[in-house]
């Protein structure tokens, strides 16, 4: 089994839902983005393009986060989903300087959006415990959703089903037949990362 | 009166009777303060007094730099505090085969000088992790795969040779082998450490990285032993391998901004334009100038005692500027091709303070101690003689 997600950024409009569901659910701290969609512009007046590509943890097959934790704290699932483990990391930071897709945030601190107020939202209480301060954390491509049998919140947020979740090992799975059909491709695979987020452009 | 206590009454009274002269003699000898190290106590004391405040804050409320940077100023005194320290012991290592009489000598001071800034180095990393406590899990549950590990391991095995060469009257050429070897291991995995890490293309595109930490670690132990021992005997072979070691570092520096040139486009050129010319050439040009052409002019035109010294002031400070500058540029292009930016805060500037004190501090009682000993041991000669 080897979760993963394909992106099919030809249909992305870059309207930001994934960012904002990803936000919804795990409750990220001001500033954090476990997901967002990048843009730019291609080509210029009267033939410019705005461009939009989603990007979040590629949970590499050789991750290499997870090779240079000290600790152990960051692993490999064998659903393919790379983890970090929050009561283990020490927060010495080389994962977030060995992942070649600045996916992971060191979290400084756990403080709300609303600081000045001195408390913390309804919500934001709610959410509190998945984020600790010193630690760094990433997408977790929502694996408490795919264990109850539910889609990632990103993929599940998307209007123009422009993300799809599914298992890449399954070879009678969606999202297999769309990596094969469309020669779909990792980011810089070059590194031999082996990435299970894959693009369609 | 029994025996036993025949016995007692006559030990008691040939302890009182050695005690005397041994008293005297260790009196006459107990380890007094120099100026200059009272003076080194006093700024270690105002260092410290910046500095815990700052570690405590650090510690316990996760703050760092400004800008998106992994690792900054922290960090970069990790890489110059262990670098010093193993590559002093490496020179103190190869004293131990006879090849430099000088710094035999002065192997004692230099153990310390190399232990407490292998010490003070752990201490940092200590500081810099997001749940210090967390840190020894690198003892009870560590990850071989990472060289993390390896590096923080051969930093304690590089502290432990440091001690036992500090505490052997007669240390033997295994201990000095031992030395050399941890002592290059030290900077050889450090450069890996960065070498390695894929997401950064400015370090795992940079083979020269791991020379260059070796290289760096060198220049800094010769330009401190120049500066803080005497050695006159060894001096000219000492100056001549800093010049021979400059050099080296300068071509190793000129290949990595030529390389990178020559690429044109993609992350690494835009690295090499930020250091060059864009927000980081202060660092670059200071490191390139001050730290390694200067000290090379220096060293090369007229070799006095003023110019060794400016020579190996200028050398360390290049080789913070240089290790400073690897872990920038490496971090100044984002993936997504946006540049960062960053700038210490002034709680990373007062820690930073502290470290240097805390490495003066472990310096001074270092000394006090070897010279308590010295003193005990030479006392303990004189009333045998005296006995």
């Known amino acids: 089994m080897r979760y993963g997600m394909v992106i099919d950024t030809s249909r992305c409009v870059g309207c ?8 919804q659910i795990h409750g990220t701290a001001p500033g954090v983005f476990w997901n967002h969609v990048e843009r730019w512009e291609e080509g210029s007046y009267p033939n410019a393009r705005m461009k939009y590509q989603p990007v979040m943890c590629n949970h590499c097959a050789n991750a290499p986060c997870a090779e240079v934790c000290p600790v152990g704290a960051t692993v490999v699932a064998e659903n393919g989903i790379v983890t970090v483990d929050k009561e283990r990391c020490m927060g010495c930071r080389y994962c ?27 919500f934001e209480e709610t959410k509190e ?16 959703r795919i264990a109850e049998g539910k889609e990632p919140a990103c993929s599940k947020a998307c209007p123009a089903r422009a993300r799809i979740f599914g298992d890449l090992a399954d070879p009678t799975s969606t999202i297999a037949h769309l990596v094969l059909q469309h020669q779909a491709h990792g980011l810089q695979e070059d590194l031999g990362t082996g990435p299970s987020v894959r693009y369609i452009s | 009166m029994t025996t036993q206590q025949e016995k007692a009454t006559a030990h008691t009274a040939q302890a009182t009777h050695t005690k005397a002269p041994l008293d005297a003699v260790t009196q006459a000898k107990r380890p007094r303060f120099t100026r200059a190290q009272l003076l080194a106590g006093i700024i270690a004391l105002l260092c410290l007094i910046v500095g815990i405040p700052s ?8 703050q760092f730099g400004e800008g998106l940077v992994t690792w900054g100023l922290n960090i970069d005194l990790f890489f110059l505090s262990a670098g010093i320290g193993s590559s002093l012991l490496a020179v103190t290592g190869l004293s131990l085969f006879g090849v430099l009489p000088g710094v035999y000598a002065q192997r004692k001071f230099l153990s310390i000088i190399s232990f407490a800034c292998l ?25 071989f795969n990472s060289l993390f590990v390896w590096d923080f391991y051969f930093i304690a095995l590089a502290a432990l040779i440091s001690l036992i060469i500090l505490f052997k009257r007669e240390p033997k050429r295994a201990l000095g082998c031992l030395g050399i070897v941890f002592g290059l291991a030290v900077t050889i995995t450090e450069g890996c450490v960065l070498a390695v890490s894929v997401g950064t293309p400015h370090w795992s595109l940079n083979i020269g990285i791991p020379i260059l930490f070796v290289l760096e670690g060198m220049i800094a132990a010769l330009a401190l032993i120049l500066l803080i021992s005497r050695v006159p005997q060894e001096e000219k072979r000492l100056v001549n391998a800093l010049l021979a070691l400059l050099a080296a570092a300068l071509v190793v520096n000129a290949v990595d901004v030529l390389v990178g040139a020559y690429l044109g486009s993609g992350i690494e050129a835009t690295t090499i334009a930020v250091m060059v010319v864009g927000g980081l050439a202060p660092l670059f040009w200071g490191q390139i100038l001050l730290g390694l052409l200067v000290p090379l002019i220096l060293l090369a035109i007229r070799r006095t005692r003023v110019s ?6 200028l050398a360390i400070v290049g080789v913070f500027l240089g290790k400073l500058m690897t872990l920038l540029s490496g971090q100044a292009v984002l993936a997504d091709g946006t540049l960062s930016t960053y700038m210490p805060s002034l709680l990373e500037l007062g820690a930073c303070v502290g470290y240097v004190g805390f490495v003066l501090l472990i310096v001074l009682v270092g000394m006090q101690i070897v010279a308590h000993r010295a003193a005990q041991n030479e006392s303990v000669l004189v009333s045998e003689e005296l006995a």
């Open chain 1, 16 to 23: 930001n839902a994934c960012a904002v569901a990803c936000k």
């Open chain 1, 96 to 122: 977030v300087a060995a992942c070649p897709y600045d996916a992971r945030t060191f979290l400084m601190s756990t403080e709300g959006y609303y600081p000045e107020l001195g408390i913390k939202t309804g």
């Open chain 1, 129 to 144: 415990f998945l984020h600790e301060a010193g630690t760094v954390e990433k997408c977790i491509l929502c694996n408490d």
């Open chain 2, 55 to 62: 570690w405590v804050i650090q510690m316990t409320t996760v």
């Open chain 2, 119 to 143: 010490f003070v180095a752990s201490w940092i990393v200590f500081v810099d992790a997001g749940t210090p406590l967390r840190v020894f899990s690198i003892i009870f549950s560590p990850q």
């Open chain 2, 308 to 313: 060794i010294s400016c020579a190996a002031v």
